[in-house]
């Protein structure tokens, strides 16, 4: 099954961390994280991959809808030397 569709699958609040790395997308981030983070406790964690990853291969949309979607929420975002990020929810 796609995300979104398995995020069906699990109650809000249920979760107390999410890891986003599907569509890779601007539009599927966006989705993705419209659709997760609602399943994710406040306090929780959500997370994904290929953040601000420079290679041309990896060049996707990942980092623009992060730091949108991230904008609109509290905490700050913290990421590594694998191209992970994550934040509080």
Avoid at 51 to 56: S, V
Avoid at 59 to 81: H, I, N, Y
């Amino acid at each position: 099954m796609t995300s979104l569709q398995a995020a069906s699958e699990f109650p809000d609040a249920a979760l107390d961390h999410g890891f986003l790395d599907a569509d890779h997308s601007y539009k599927g981030v966006m989705a993705d994280l419209q659709t997760w983070l609602p399943k994710v406790r406040l306090s929780g964690w959500i997370g994904g991959h290929d953040y601000k990853n420079p290679d041309p291969k990896f060049r996707f949309k990942v980092t623009r809808a992060v730091d949108e979607s991230r904008r609109q929420q509290a905490g700050s975002l913290r990421s590594d030397a694998n191209f992970t990020w994550f934040a509080r929810v």
